[in-house]
């Protein structure tokens, strides 16, 4: 087998790294995969919580860009297993283990974020009756921490596998949604404490 040193002096491509003799890239794939099964299993808690917000008079904002949000995180696991084969990316040790555990760390957020707001998460802006903000779990600490999770999970899944330009056009594509989605959210709000309002009994006014 050719080495590396021998490979870079001739200008030949540095053979494929494999690990546990499987090529990295197909570990790479693996990875990406599973994300995409926690995706699924996402969509399918969101589906059935929209359901019951929906039944329990919910309103829904911002429905207009929800297909584009979902187009972009389909084209994300797509666009980096495809740059990774394309182009022929290789890993890099400590950037590889770096992104992993950023990975891994979005998951266990995300998840956070599920538990603490319950049959109230979905994917979608949807507003309940009277309902209230959430200042428990991950909440104390940041306002949006979903957000926060998708945003490290674009950069740092590409990365795994070196996956440069995924990432980078990605990241840029999820904070321009993420502008129009916080406004959307931000709206919701107002609209509730308006609707809150309306419907509010008026107070009396103190005398003395």
């Known amino acids: 087998m050719v080495s590396r040193r021998r490979a870079s002096r001739s200008g030949a491509r540095p053979p494929a790294v494999r690990i546990l ?3 990295s ?3 790479f794939t693996g990875l990406v995969a ?5 995706r699924l299993v996402e969509m399918r808690i969101s589906r059935r919580n929209a359901a019951w917000a929906r039944a329990h008079g919910a309103r829904e904002f911002g429905a207009g860009h929800y297909p584009t949000m979902v187009a972009m995180h389909t084209s994300l696991l797509a666009a980096a297993v495809a740059e990774v084969w394309i182009l022929d990316r290789r890993p890099h040790r400590a950037l590889a283990a770096t992104s992993l555990v950023a990975v891994a760390a979005t998951m266990g957020l995300r998840y956070w974020v599920i538990g603490t707001l319950g049959r109230r998460w979905n994917t979608r802006v949807l507003v309940l009756p009277e309902d209230q903000l959430v200042i428990a779990g991950p909440f104390r600490y ?3 921490p979903n957000y926060v999770a998708v945003t490290v999970e674009v950069a740092a899944l590409p990365l795994v ?5 995924t990432s980078f056009a990605f990241s840029l594509a999820n904070a321009a949604l993420l502008r129009v989605r916080i406004g959307v959210e931000d709206e919701a709000l107002h609209a ?3 609707q809150v309002r309306a419907v ?4 009396e006014a103190a005398v003395g």
């Open 25 to 27: 890239r197909a570990w």
């Open 142 to 144: 940041v306002r949006h």
């Open 161 to 165: 596998h070196s996956a440069f330009l």
């Open 200 to 203: 509010a009994p008026p107070r």
């Open 192 to 194: 509730q404490r308006e």
């Open 21 to 23: 003799g499987l090529d």
């Open 34 to 38: 599973l994300v995409g099964v926690e």
